[in-house]
Nanobody, 130 residues
């Protein structure tokens, strides 16, 4: 059973915006560390944003800071990634992921092994043209 499902990807011109959604079937009564990753063709998968479902703001990679915003709607069990001022280098497959290690969600952002994310979505493609 698919626990995480991304949507909202597409093609956009540079400077445009997209909002990705990650619908979760995980138990919303427990805490999770959620994150967005992306993988460009020929490159390693990188973590771009994270958020703790129990509260607080998001955490961002330098490459997307001030352009992307992560949020969650716990009532809908859905996480979002608002992407503004998109650049061609943002072109990638975007994945959402969930880890049970919620207590280190912020402290281990970008440092956590990707294997510690137990659940992954199937990805949604974002293509930004110049």
């Amino acid at each position: 059973q698919v626990q995480l499902q991304e949507s909202g990807g597409g093609s956009v011109q540079a400077g445009g915006s997209l909002r990705l959604s990650c619908a979760s079937k995980l138990n919303k009564d427990r805490s999770w560390c959620m994150a967005w990753f992306r993988q460009a063709q020929g490159k390693e998968r990188e973590e771009v944003a994270g958020i703790y479902t129990g509260g607080g703001g998001g955490y961002y990679a330098d490459s997307v800071k001030d352009r992307f915003a992560i949020s969650r709607d716990n009532s809908k069990n859905t996480m979002y990634l608002q992407m503004n001022s998109l650049k061609p280098e943002d072109t990638a497959m975007y994945y959402c992921a969930a880890s049970t290690r919620w207590w280190s969600c912020q402290s281990d952002f970008e440092a956590r092994a990707q294997s510690e994310y137990t659940f992954w979505g199937q990805g949604t493609q974002v293509t930004v043209s110049s």
